[in-house]
């Protein structure tokens, strides 16, 4: 059975930091482009940072980018996102991806490009 389970999120004032967890089995998860995607309630669901499965490359939203570091350890099937200096405009639900089966990463990362999804985890930053 595939599973992506997120954990970590939770409520900070402006300025704090989060670390973002996501562990996923059933699949061959070390081959896959990994993403972080966030959905603000009445917004479309963005992407936020993207990884290559052998983790040299990352990308990462304008909105985001010297904030939010995207990094993976394959051992233990788990993406992370750390998120630092948080401001309000990134409460959201976050959730991580892996796609169909593509070791690289499209940017901007497409919502069609992920197969699987975790159930997400809230994220809420107090001004």
């Known amino acids: 059975q595939v599973q992506l389970v997120e954990s970590g999120g939770g409520s900070v004032q402006a300025g704090g930091s989060l670390r973002l967890s996501c562990i996923g089995s059933?699949?061959?998860?070390?081959?896959?482009?990994l993403a972080w995607f966030r959905q603000a309630p009445g917004k479309e669901r963005e992407g936020v940072a993207t990884?290559?499965?052998?983790?040299?490359?990352?990308r990462y939203a304008d909105s985001v980018r010297a904030r939010f570091t995207i990094s993976r350890d394959n051992a233990k099937n788990t993406v992370y996102l750390q998120m630092n200096s948080l401001k309000p405009e990134d409460t959201a639900m976050y959730y991580c991806?892996?796609?169909?089966?593509?070791?690289?990463?499209?940017?901007?990362?497409?919502?069609?490009?992920?197969?699987?999804w975790g159930q997400g985890t809230q994220v809420t930053v107090s001004s």
């Open positions: 991806a892996a796609a169909w089966s593509n070791p690289y990463c499209s940017y901007p990362p497409k919502v069609a490009d992920f197969g699987y």
């Open positions: 059933g699949f061959t998860y070390s081959s896959r482009c």
């Open positions: 990884i290559t499965a052998s983790g040299a490359s990352t």
